[in-house]
């Protein structure tokens, strides 16, 4: 594991179990076949607020962003999926 990789494993712990549930493994499982732009959006998510991200995930409010808004649309579907 590289050192970029360790950096975003930390930034995935966001002291929410909420979101810790749904980002890590969404790193883990989905991350490493994205390609360069959606990486980014990725690291540019992990980059919000606790509360901006949890209210997000957890479909109570949109991001205005729209590269933001579908990589949540993508961690949430990944989420619920995850459950089954």
Same mark, same amino acid.
């Not at 509360?51 to 990944?78: C, G």
């Given at each position: +594991? ?13 002291? +929410?179990? =909420? ?18 732009? *959606? *990486? ?6 992990? =980059?919000? *607020? ?13 991001? =205005? ?5 579908? +990589?949540?649309? *993508? ?7 995850? =459950?089954?």
């Amino acid at each position: +594991m590289n050192l970029n990789d360790k950096k975003l494993q930390w930034a995935c712990r966001r002291g +929410m179990l =909420e979101l810790d549930v749904m980002l890590k493994p969404y790193l883990d499982d989905v991350y490493p076949s994205l390609d360069e732009s *959606q *990486q980014a959006v990725f690291r540019r998510l992990l =980059e919000q *607020q606790d509360q901006n991200l949890f209210e997000w995930l957890t479909a109570r409010h949109t991001p =205005e962003d729209t590269e933001l808004a579908n +990589m949540v649309k *993508q961690i949430r579907s990944y989420a619920e999926h995850r =459950e089954r």
